[in-house]
């Protein structure tokens, strides 16, 4: 791009200040001694504002092709259709990113209407295309990698991580790291998460007394942080180290903004205390592996928290994983469970009471679960099969409210879409986007979907089911959450 700037630029002064042949000039009264009126030729006169404003003109228009004319025809004769004006302003160019930041969803509801399950949004030199509605979600959920692909995209998250994790990591060390993660995560574990996570529950119920007001997603982000705690990192950490580390993933968290994505590395206050913080997340992590492994026969936890699997870790090539490494994988860990889990466990708290017919129904369920022993222990088998209402309710505020409201790829290659008829080509290099906010509240698949209602998943109606990727609440295909039981 600048580089074609520079060259029209030098092709304009080169047309305007011609490399001068040796002739004999004549001075004429009133001309140069190159025979030409003043101000026609002269190194100060007009020829300079020509120059310069030509060069403005050239520069504005490789601008205005580059991001205005571009991401408009790129594509082809099957390209999606291009959303190219708004309700929202009428400013050219900035009219659809003014909307998309005023409220993504609303947007991307409105260009769904307005244009089919397939449409593209260019935002300055970038295409975004959405494929919205389980027939056009299907590629997005079913492209591996090589055709649609994560790391482009989250590359922003590097410096929250660490190098070498997630999505910094090579194809084959992401492998052995995201399976260690759903070695941690797989049934047997959680069965015996469970009693950690009702102690913690008991415990923190016992502060708050016998009547009041709280803030219920403070209150439950606390609680995450706990439970997530005991089960992540271990009796040791959750014990002795517990202010400490949920302090630094606050500063972790914080340095999070939206400036990130596109600057991940900007010399703001928020991202200097998210550097210092991970340093000192290394540092505070580090000495607790060191000391594991330095007193093998002292009982640090009980040998099932997720530390003790990230520690064992060994890649494809034989080398073990670093300190460094493992504190990444705790962070990562924690970010993906942290904020959906408090914000799913709020909505679906404030859904049942302020339905009180669902309320009454959930209470009878535990009533007939625990019988005459309600202070029983709970065990796994309880929470996810015996209560299908109240699990029912967490997937219907799911629906609703999808703690992510956008999930996005990054095209490597041309990818196919099918929808409502048509054949769409998205190109390469276009960022692809499904949003679960907009596609789990079509009528077509969920009847009534505004409505809080619970029994749309029960065995008489299975909405969810209606397609493959009707129900996003944790994502889908090779790359749902590996966490969704926990």
């Known amino acids: 791009f600048f580089f074609?700037?520079?060259?029209?630029?030098?092709?304009?002064?080169?047309?305007?200040?011609?490399?001068?042949?040796?002739?004999?000039?004549?001075?004429?009264?009133?001309?140069?001694?190159?025979?030409?009126?003043?101000?026609?030729?002269?190194?100060?006169?007009?020829?300079?504002?020509?120059?310069?404003?030509?060069?403005?003109?050239?520069?504005?228009?490789?601008?205005?092709?580059?991001?205005?004319?571009?991401?408009?025809?790129?594509?082809?004769?099957?390209?999606p259709p291009v959303v190219t004006s708004s309700p929202v302003s009428s400013l050219p160019v900035v009219g659809t990113i003014v909307e998309f930041g005023k409220s993504p969803v609303k947007m991307v509801q409105r260009c769904y209407e307005d244009y089919g399950p397939v449409f593209t949004v260019p935002f300055f030199h970038k295409r975004l295309t959405f494929l919205i509605g389980p027939e056009a979600q299907e590629p997005f959920f079913k492209a591996p990698d090589e055709v649609l692909s994560q790391n482009e995209v989250y590359g922003?998250?590097?410096?929250?991580?660490?190098?070498?994790?997630?999505?910094?990591?090579?194809?084959?060390?992401?492998?052995?790291?995201?399976?260690?993660?759903?070695?941690?995560?797989?049934?047997?574990?959680?069965?015996?998460?469970?009693?950690?996570?009702?102690?913690?529950?008991?415990?923190?119920?016992?502060?708050?007394?016998?009547?009041?007001?709280?803030d219920l997603f403070h209150a439950l982000s606390e609680l995450t942080i706990l439970t997530a705690s005991r089960c992540l990192h271990g009796d040791d950490v959750r014990e002795n180290l517990f202010k400490e580390v949920s302090e630094l993933y606050h500063d972790l968290d914080q340095g999070l903004t939206p400036l990130t994505v596109f600057f991940p590395n900007a010399p703001t206050k928020s991202h200097m205390k998210r550097n210092a913080a991970r340093a000192k997340m290394v540092e505070l992590f580090s000495k607790v592996i060191k000391n594991r492994r330095d007193n093998p026969d002292v009982q640090h936890s009980d040998g099932t928290d997720i530390l003790s699997i990230f520690m064992d870790v060994k890649y494809k090539d034989g080398t073990n994983i670093t300190d460094e490494q493992v504190t990444g994988l705790l962070i990562a860990l924690l970010f993906a469970g942290q904020h959906t889990s408090c914000i799913t466990s709020t909505w679906t708290s404030l859904f049942i009471l302020n339905n009180p017919a669902i309320l009454k129904r959930i209470i009878a369920e535990q009533n007939d679960v625990f019988g005459s022993q309600p202070d029983a222990d709970v065990d796994y088998k309880m929470v996810?099969?015996?209560?299908?209402?109240?699990?029912?309710?967490?997937?219907?505020?799911?629906?609703?409210?999808?703690?992510?409201?956008?999930?996005?790829?990054?095209?490597?290659?041309?990818?196919?879409?099918?929808?409502?008829?048509?054949?769409?080509?998205?190109?390469?290099?276009?960022?692809?986007?499904?949003?679960?906010?907009?596609?789990?509240?079509?009528p077509e698949v969920f009847k009534e979907p505004n409505t809080f209602d619970p029994?749309?998943?029960?065995?008489?109606?299975?909405?969810?089911k209606s397609s493959p990727f009707a129900y996003m609440g944790f994502g889908g295909g090779m790359h749902s959450c590996m966490g969704q039981n926990f």
């Open 384 to 442: 996810n099969e015996d209560m299908p209402l109240l699990h029912n309710s967490m997937k219907e505020a799911l629906r609703l409210c999808p703690p992510l409201i956008l999930l996005i790829r990054y095209a490597l290659k041309d990818v196919k879409v099918k929808a409502a008829g048509k054949d769409y080509t998205i190109p390469k290099g276009d960022m692809v986007l499904i949003s679960p906010s907009v596609g789990m509240r079509i």
């Open 455 to 464: 029994d749309r998943f029960g065995p008489d109606r299975e909405e969810d």
């Open 156 to 214: 922003f998250m590097k410096p929250v991580f660490g190098p070498g994790i997630v999505y910094d990591a090579s194809k084959k060390n992401r492998q052995v790291q995201f399976q260690s993660m759903a070695n941690g995560l797989r049934t047997a574990r959680l069965k015996g998460y469970t009693a950690k996570i009702e102690r913690e529950t008991r415990q923190y119920l016992e502060s708050w007394g016998e009547s009041g007001e709280l």
């Open 4 to 79: 074609r700037i520079l060259l029209l630029v030098h092709l304009l002064t080169a047309l305007i200040h011609p490399t001068p042949h040796h002739t004999t000039a004549m001075t004429i009264p009133g001309t140069t001694t190159s025979g030409m009126p003043f101000g026609f030729g002269s190194s100060t006169g007009p020829s300079d504002n020509l120059l310069i404003g030509l060069t403005c003109l050239a520069i504005f228009s490789l601008f205005y092709a580059f991001f205005v004319v571009r991401p408009r025809t790129k594509g082809g004769p099957h390209a």
